[in-house]
């Protein structure tokens, strides 16, 4: 594969002046990029979410109705963990403490999933390459869906937007069995960004899914009287819910009207710089206070594209200087505005996409 770079040819000055703005914004409101103690408190209620109900359900104390309910809250809490937790400590926003970053950033483990894969993935992969196929695995491979123009099209697809919502649910499904394809795709990789996959790493991979299945499948057969049906059942909701709910808010960033899908040219040349090829890729929604605060501020990608090292606890402050400093340079500042906006947008690709 040819090295891939991103190319300046307007010569725009857009990024330097924004990241003088922004760096202009905490500094003279003493603020920290990270999240601090603010984050620390929020982290605590949603991993609440996972572990209180979990907790609950190994008492043996409830109705399988009544343990269904909690495997459906604890998959709210799981998707909470991977977005306003995890999230931010994977990409380094969460503190200022290294241990901490790395300590939170283990909750990864808690959906099943695997840090050093999901960095390189999510953190090299899609945050260099967004929306650019077979580089971006977020739009690339997936199983009847066509995220990408650059995709190959099947008959199928023209009805991608009636099903597709049916697969985000098995997002954290893929977890268990994704990580290990991963190992042997990242080895192959002719990608320079991709390096060889360290034997630590694999032996960690290989203890944590061990330690995530005694946690999750041995600990409620032991301790209560549930059937394997009813485990299934079980662990099936909290997972499909967990998916659901994590896939609508990534692919809402990424898959909607007005977002290009870049073409590498064959000299290997991206036709933007980084920070305006992210402006060009990535849109918000733009929730209500609580929606953002559930969603881990990722209903404004665009500032999280152009600062994955600030929390996102910042996001909606900074929003207004990225959008005035677009506007000076005439770059698109993507933002659907609402939620129900952003579905509707993300439909419409759908059927774009696969019709």
Not at 51 to 58: D, S, T
Not at 86 to 111: P, V
Not at 172 to 195: C, G, Y
Not at 290 to 309: A, C, K, M, R, T
Request: aromatic share 14%.
């Amino acid at each position: 594969m040819k090295k891939v770079k991103f190319v300046n040819k307007d010569k725009s000055d857009f990024y330097p002046v924004l990241k003088e703005q922004v760096d202009q914004y905490f500094k003279s409101n003493g603020l920290c990029r990270t999240g601090g103690a603010k984050l620390i408190t929020k982290a605590i209620v949603v991993i609440s979410f996972y572990v209180i109900p979990f907790i609950l359900i190994l008492t043996g104390a409830f109705s399988p109705i009544g343990m269904l309910l909690l495997a459906f809250i604890m998959g709210i809490g799981v998707s909470g963990v991977g977005m306003s937790v995890m999230h931010d400590a994977n990409h380094g926003s969460f503190s200022n403490n290294a241990k901490l970053n790395q300590f939170f950033g283990w909750t990864m483990y808690l959906l099943g999933g695997n840090v050093y894969n999901w960095k390189l993935q999510h953190n090299t992969l899609h945050h260099t390459y967004t929306n650019i196929h077979e580089l971006d695995e977020d739009i690339t491979g997936k199983f009847l869906l066509r995220l990408s123009l650059a995709d190959k099209k099947k008959k199928i697809q023209r009805y991608q937007h009636i099903y597709a919502f049916l697969l985000y649910g098995l997002m954290t499904f893929s977890f268990l069995a994704k990580d290990f394809k991963q190992i042997f795709r990242f080895k192959r990789s002719d990608n320079p960004s991709v390096k060889s996959y360290p034997r630590k790493e694999l032996i960690i991979l290989i203890s944590t899914k061990i330690l995530y299945f005694f946690f999750i499948l041995a600990l409620p057969l032991l301790l209560t009287d549930i059937t394997i049906g009813q485990w299934f059942v079980g662990f099936f909701v909290m997972h499909f819910t967990a998916g659901l709910i994590m896939s609508i808010v990534f692919q809402l960033a990424h898959i909607v009207e007005g977002v290009s899908d870049p073409v590498i040219e064959p000299n290997g040349d991206i036709e933007n710089s980084w920070a305006i090829h992210q402006m060009k890729t990535t849109a918000n929604f733009s929730g209500n206070k609580l929606l953002s605060w559930f969603v881990g501020g990722l209903d404004y990608q665009i500032e999280h594209h152009l600062f994955p090292n600030i929390s996102h606890v910042h996001y909606k402050s900074i929003s207004q200087i990225v959008k005035n400093t677009a506007r000076d340079y005439n770059i698109p500042y993507n933002d659907k505005s609402s939620f129900s906006n952003a579905i509707g947008s993300h439909i419409n690709m759908l059927k774009t996409l696969g019709r």
